[in-house]
């Protein structure tokens, strides 16, 4: 019976370490379909406010984001979860939780000002995803912070400096599930760290700078280049 309990534990680890494996993937599809939905919701098409009562009357729209700006109402509105377009209507003073698609049902309406700006990706996006379903990427994000907490031991930086990663950095989440506690493509055998893992100090100063670029790389030729990109995309 000892032999073959110790013959079993091997198999069992191996087991164990599939599962997780298995936990990661579905942990980091589930954050990255979060992050292509915020890439474009924050870079939407322009679209006419005709436009918009169009397709929303033609059930069409699913999803709008709105906030009052002086006397209009700047929209951002979606016809699927990656098809983003922002208008600008001064009539549509109210009722914006009440827009009604033909057959009684309700697109999902959300107000938030800090979605009207490229700038949103870098504060929190995991939070703030515009879609029905958007608490599946919070989940998300928050079960990979959990585990970052329960993990003892880690490879590529220490506790802090994940801590950062995962919330001043925004990628905290999708980099500590592709690389912790190995690399998500090396399998399941254990894998060396690297020779010189971060520490909190510089933690703190890559999230700073990662949050920093994804700040502004919507500004200038990097946001028209994006845009442009996502028109082509739009296109296909």
Request: with cysteine; charged share 15%.
């Amino acid at each position: 019976m000892r032999v073959r309990l110790y013959q079993e534990l091997p198999v069992t680890r191996q087991v164990d370490r599939l599962t997780a494996v298995f936990v990661r993937v579905v942990l980091l599809v589930v954050l990255l379909w979060g992050t292509l939905l915020a890439f474009f919701a924050a870079l939407p098409q322009e679209r006419s406010a005709a436009e918009f009562h169009a397709k929303l009357y033609a059930g069409q729209v699913s999803a709008v984001i709105y906030r009052h700006v002086d006397h209009d109402v700047d929209l951002r509105w979606s016809t699927s979860p990656f098809t983003w377009y922002h208008s600008v209507d001064p009539n549509l003073k109210h009722g914006l939780t009440n827009l009604v698609r033909p057959g009684g049902t309700y697109p999902y309406v959300v107000g938030a000002k800090s979605l009207t700006h490229p700038r949103w990706l870098a504060a929190m996006w995991t939070l703030r995803v515009p879609d029905s379903f958007g608490w599946l990427v919070m989940l998300a994000w928050i079960i990979s912070f959990v585990m970052m907490l329960r993990t003892k031991v880690h490879r590529v930086g220490n506790r802090w400096a994940w801590f950062w990663l995962f919330t001043f950095g925004q990628i905290g989440a999708v980099l500590y599930l592709l690389l912790e506690p190995r690399s998500l493509w090396w399998g399941v055998e254990p894998q060396e760290p690297p020779a010189n893992p971060l520490g909190g100090v510089r933690g703190i100063i890559l999230s700073f700078c990662v949050a920093a670029t994804i700040a502004v790389s919507f500004e200038g030729w990097l946001g028209s280049a994006a845009h442009a990109v996502v028109n082509v995309l739009a296109a296909l």
